[in-house]
């Protein structure tokens, strides 16, 4: 769906995409990339398939639309100084249009009927979920791989539930999170990481197995390694 916000930022990110030089103004120092003891935890370790949440099985049923790639190859993406832009002017963007309000404040839920509700901002407000899948949307727009925008369920360092999107790269797994404009490594957010959307399959998530044990990676540090196509 392109309407409203959604439309708007997406034309926004088109402008700053159009010169470096404006990528360059809102963009943050280059991602550092410090020596990792365990080569491997610098990748989500991922797990077993597990149930989807809630609020992605009812963005499915209302926007059926948004759910329908199927199955796709799994790829990571060449962390260039490109790439790296497009990331920090996607938080940039999204984070500063975007008004923080709960699902409850918002849309009034009952929660005897409706436990989460994902959907685009675009009336300029939203919470977690929603930031998550318009920074999505956007990167897909500008040519980000589906399979290496994955949605992200976690807990945040208060223990309560929290969405982010992670980009899987050459260099690691990132997080952009609207509680921050940084793009900091998954395992430097201080977030217990809980499950994400498959990179073969945006409509099968899988169980993320936090604290880096080395086992449960499988082949997610030595993925085929493209680069953004713009669009």
């Given at each position: ?6 439309k708007l930022l ?54 059926g639309d948004e ?89 945040d360092r208060n ?73």
């Amino acid at each position: 769906m392109k309407t409203g916000m959604l439309k708007l930022l997406l034309a926004a990110l088109a402008g700053y995409a159009a010169t470096s030089v404006a990528l360059q103004a809102i963009a943050s120092p280059s991602l550092a990339r410090p020596a990792v003891a365990v080569h491997q935890a610098r990748w989500t370790p991922a797990g077993a398939e597990t149930r989807r949440p809630i609020g992605w099985h009812n963005l499915c049923r209302v926007q059926g639309d948004e759910c329908d790639a199927g199955p796709q190859m799994p790829v990571n993406v060449a962390l260039t100084p490109q790439a790296q832009h497009l990331l920090f002017a996607v938080t940039t963007l999204a984070n500063r249009a975007i008004t923080p309000q709960t699902d409850d404040d918002h849309y009034h839920l009952d929660r005897k009927t409706l436990i989460d509700w994902w959907t685009y901002p675009d009336d300029g407000a939203g919470d977690c979920s929603d930031f998550m899948l318009l920074k999505r949307k956007m990167l897909i727009e500008a040519g980000w791989p589906r399979a290496a925008a994955l949605a992200t369920v976690v807990l945040d360092r208060n223990g309560d539930g929290h969405a982010v999107l992670t980009v899987t790269t050459d260099e690691g797994d990132f997080v952009l999170d609207n509680l921050t404009d940084k793009v900091l490594r998954w395992n430097e957010t201080g977030y217990a990481f809980v499950k994400r959307q498959s990179q073969a399959d945006e409509n099968v998530w899988v169980a993320l197995a936090d604290g880096g044990e080395a086992g449960a990676v499988s082949s997610t540090s030595s993925l085929p390694i493209v680069k953004v196509s713009s669009r």
